[in-house]
T-cell receptor, first 113, second 113 residues
Framework: GENVEQHPSTLSVQEGDSAVIKCTYS??????FPWYKQELGKGPQLIID?????GEKKDQRIAVTLNKTAKHFSLHITETQPEDSAVYFC????????????FGQGTTLQVKP | ETGVTQTPRHLVMGMTNKKSLKCEQH?????MYWYKQSAKKPLELMFV???????ENNSVPSRFSPECPNSSHLFLHLHTLQPEDSALYLC????????????FGPGTRLTVL
C-alpha cells in the first residue's frame, strides 16, 4: 500500500520568510495529493490540493508542486504570517477501491513575529 | 466551519465505562470516516462508511464499535478502553468514498483513565 513520508517534523521561520514542507510517496499510481492545516483545538482543514496531471498549483500565498518522476510533492508558503502557525499534513490517495487517504506525520510550523 | 460537527468535544472515561462519540455532517455527503490522531503519529483511518454500509475496518479492536444509522450521522461506541486509546478522534465526510476531498470535524479529545 501507499506510504507517505513528511519532512521536516518542525519548522520555525521569521514572519515574512518562506516555508517549504516536503513529502514523498511510494505508489507511483497515486493521483491526488491534498494538504491540510490543523490549528490548535480544531480538525484538519484542506488548504490546497493537486492532481497528478499538473505540476504546480497556486492559491495566493500557498503553492504546491508535484514531481511524479521522483514521487514527491511540496507545500510552499510565501510571506508567512503568525496565523500560518499550525500543523500541516500532506496526504496521498491510495489507488485501491476505497481510495483512502494516507497521511504524512505532520509538520509543526511556527512563524515568529 | 466545515459542516461536520462532533460531540462531545472532550471526554474523560474510566476503563470500565461505556460512552459514545457522535458525528453529524450537513454537507449531503454519502461517505463518513473515523480517524484516530495520536501524538507524534500520522492520522490513522479506523472505519469507512459508504451509504450507511461499512466498507472498511482498518484492523480496529472490537472495543471500538461504529454505527451509521444514516448518511448524515456516525457514532463510535466505546467500551472497556485502555489508556493507550487516549487520543483525538476525528470524523470526516466526503461525497462518496474514493472521491478526493474529505472534510473533517473538530474532533473529540478522549482521555482514558
Amino acid at each position: 500500500g501507499e506510504n507517505v513520508e513528511q519532512h521536516p517534523s518542525t519548522l520555525s521561520v521569521q514572519e515574512g520568510d518562506s516555508a517549504v514542507i516536503k513529502c514523498t510517496y511510494s505508489d507511483s499510481a497515486s493521483n491526488y495529493f491534498p494538504w491540510y492545516k490543523q490549528e490548535l483545538g480544531k480538525g484538519p482543514q484542506l488548504i490546497i490540493d493537486i492532481r497528478s496531471n499538473v505540476g504546480e498549483k497556486k492559491d495566493q500565498r500557498i503553492a504546491v508542486t508535484l514531481n511524479k518522476t521522483a514521487k514527491h510533492f511540496s507545500l510552499h508558503i510565501t510571506e508567512t504570517q503568525p496565523e500560518d502557525s499550525a500543523v500541516y499534513f500532506c496526504a496521498a490517495k491510495e489507488t485501491s477501491n476505497t481510495g483512502k487517504l494516507i497521511f504524512g506525520q505532520g509538520t509543526t510550523l511556527q512563524v515568529k513575529p | 466551519e466545515t459542516g461536520v460537527t462532533q460531540t462531545p468535544r472532550h471526554l474523560v472515561m474510566g476503563m470500565t465505562n461505556k460512552k459514545s462519540l457522535k458525528c453529524e455532517q450537513h454537507l449531503g455527503h454519502n461517505a463518513m470516516y473515523w480517524y484516530k490522531q495520536s501524538a507524534k503519529k500520522p492520522l490513522e483511518l479506523m472505519f469507512v462508511y459508504n451509504f450507511k454500509e461499512q466498507t472498511e475496518n482498518n484492523s480496529v479492536p472490537s472495543r471500538f464499535s461504529p454505527e451509521c444509522p444514516n448518511s448524515s450521522h456516525l457514532f463510535l461506541h466505546l467500551h472497556t478502553l485502555q489508556p493507550e486509546d487516549s487520543a483525538l478522534y476525528l470524523c470526516a465526510s466526503s461525497q462518496v468514498p474514493g472521491t478526493d476531498t474529505q472534510y473533517f470535524g473538530p474532533g473529540t479529545r478522549l482521555t482514558v483513565l
